[in-house]
């Protein structure tokens, strides 16, 4: 029986996957993708994601009995979820309000923290402008608060644990660490979500394969080629 395949690495969204795929049980065959050499970019993997952008999963037995491919973390949790029949509430207000934090993950979490980090770390230091990361810290910081709120009567964002949990749970733990006080259910929230073995098995998959000098502190160890792959002339100028 041909397996499940991922391609991934150690990063938030990669995580998510890594995550799900534990919770769920799934048999897959893992393939690093190494985003700092360009392997993004390459045609094998263009042909998977043309958006040049890891996690894809290619399910051998897609819902029709063929192979599908699927790439956008969101749209992978979704699509593990209805496949599996786990963690999408069937109760329609449960389920609307995981879609709701889903989507708050996706659309709004992700891309500010991936601001926020290019900024306050990968750029190279005369790109820091202190104006930049503030903005993109005080958003982070805002929508800290929202999470928290909504946790204040609940365990979990859709009150059962589901796909939201998992998007929202590998940004979050990075983004609560950075801050000293306060958020007192997010951080009770993490405690819950990191002790489940599915989220530490989801967030140690495949991290011996990055170099632990070019990831410490947030990427502070990119050097001028990892920059041009990621946000320079090998990303934009193909
Ligand atoms: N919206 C996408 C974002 C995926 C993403 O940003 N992936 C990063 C790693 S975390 C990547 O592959 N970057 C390589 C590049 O941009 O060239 C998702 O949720 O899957």
């Not at 750029?123 to 909504?150: C, F, G, W």
């Amino acid at each position: 029986m041909p397996r499940l395949q991922l391609y991934s690495g150690p990063t938030p969204n990669g995580r998510k996957v890594g995550i799900m795929l534990a919770e769920c049980d799934v048999d897959f065959d893992g393939h690093f993708i190494d985003i700092m050499s360009g392997d993004q970019l390459t045609p094998a993997f263009l042909a998977l994601n043309p958006n040049n952008k890891h996690p894809v999963i290619v399910d051998p037995e897609g819902p029709s009995g063929n192979p599908v491919t699927v790439w956008e973390s969101g749209a992978i949790l979704m699509y593990l979820a209805e496949k599996c029949g786990q963690l999408l509430p069937t109760d329609p207000e449960r389920r609307i309000e995981a879609l709701k934090w889903l989507f708050f993950q996706v659309s709004t979490q992700g891309p500010m923290a991936g601001q926020f980090a290019h900024f306050a770390f990968y750029a190279s230091p005369e790109h820091q402008y202190p104006y930049t990361i503030e903005r993109y810290r005080n958003e982070m910081q805002r929508q800290l608060k929202v999470m928290d709120a909504q946790l204040a009567n609940r365990e979990y964002f859709a009150c059962e644990y589901s796909i939201a949990d998992i998007a929202l749970y590998p940004y979050a733990v990075t983004a609560v660490q950075r801050e000293a006080e306060g958020l007192p259910h997010l951080r009770s929230w993490l405690d819950r979500i990191g002790q489940r073995k599915a989220v530490r098995v989801g967030m140690s998959l495949m991290e011996d394969c990055v170099q632990a000098a070019t990831i410490a502190g947030g990427l502070k160890g990119l050097n001028d080629e990892h920059r041009s792959v990621l946000f320079g002339e090998r990303q934009y100028r193909r």
